[in-house]
């Protein structure tokens, strides 16, 4: 007993330097999105993983820690993603065009599709706009320069005969946070927000604002990696994509669950009451899905291009995993 006992310091350090062995070997994954209805998997996901429930936490494996990231537009998601802070991205189209460019089409990866449709382009009624040429001299709200409704905005505008440049032009278009559209809508401070829901929906019910414009094919969010994710953890990103692809078929199997979490996600994040209406109201305008749509990637990057976002028009093949030698 003696002896043994003499033995007990040297067990536990053992014990406790496994434990510390097991947690040094343990993988990181961060992931990003946005608190809107276009990352509806990602706030379902999330909202499960406050829960202790993590849909993409029983599918990677034990040994991975998953880390939820948030952004308000895509351009920052894709700094990080650079930065090495975010390993798995939900986000807007452009955003990852314009990191793939200007990686000279050596990084960024699209993985799977996410969310179509959800955005619009919503007027102040007062201001009687019934065309194009009615935006001349107004002023139009985007979630951020050079993010995806951003990018639509401007393209649209000059598709329209309109000059606009990055702060000034024919109509000026104005990078504005999404929460705070809201009350710079309504004071008058905007005259039309180009956006996504749940903020178009929002802009409708709370503002008066009117649906001018709506984008309903569109690609509005979808699932990204860098190449320094893909070669260290290859099965790992696998895993990942075949979890959310699980996850888009079952939220369109079970609406109403996926709303109530999504919803319940959206109060965590911002701290505010999210209504049941709202989210019920804006969930029709998406389509989600896992299926990327290479067409309309395509058009976003032409029209990034046209934008004078992008330099030169690129070959978008190379940002698609499957294409990957």
Known sequence: MKNFTKLLPFFSLSFFMLLEAAAAEKVV????????ISHAQALVAHQLSRQGKGWFEERLGSDVELKWRLFNAGPSAMESMFAGAVDITYVGPNPAINAFAKTRGRDIKILAGSADGGAALVVNPNLKIAKPSDFKGKKIGTPQ???TQDVACRAWLIENGMKVKLTSG????????????LPLFKQGELDAVWTVEP???????EAGGKIFLEQKEAVT????????????YPGLVEKFVRA?????????????????????????????KISEDLVKSSWPRLTF??????VELQKFCDYAYKCGFLKRKIDMNPIYVENKK
């Open 29 to 36: 994954l961060q992931v990003g999105h946005f608190p809107n």
């Open 145 to 147: 320069l050079g993010n």
């Open 170 to 181: 024919d109509a000026q278009v104005i990078a504005t946070a999404n929460p705070e559209q």
């Open 199 to 205: 903020w178009v929906t929002r802009l409708e019910k």
């Open 221 to 232: 969010t979808i699932l990204v990696t860098c190449n320094r994710t893909l070669k260290k």
């Open 244 to 272: 959310h692809k699980e996850l888009t078929d079952w939220i369109n199997k079970n609406p109403q669950e996926a709303q109530k979490l999504a919803r319940m996600e959206l109060e965590a994040l911002t701290g505010g």
């Open 289 to 294: 899905t896992s299926e990327v749509n290479k």
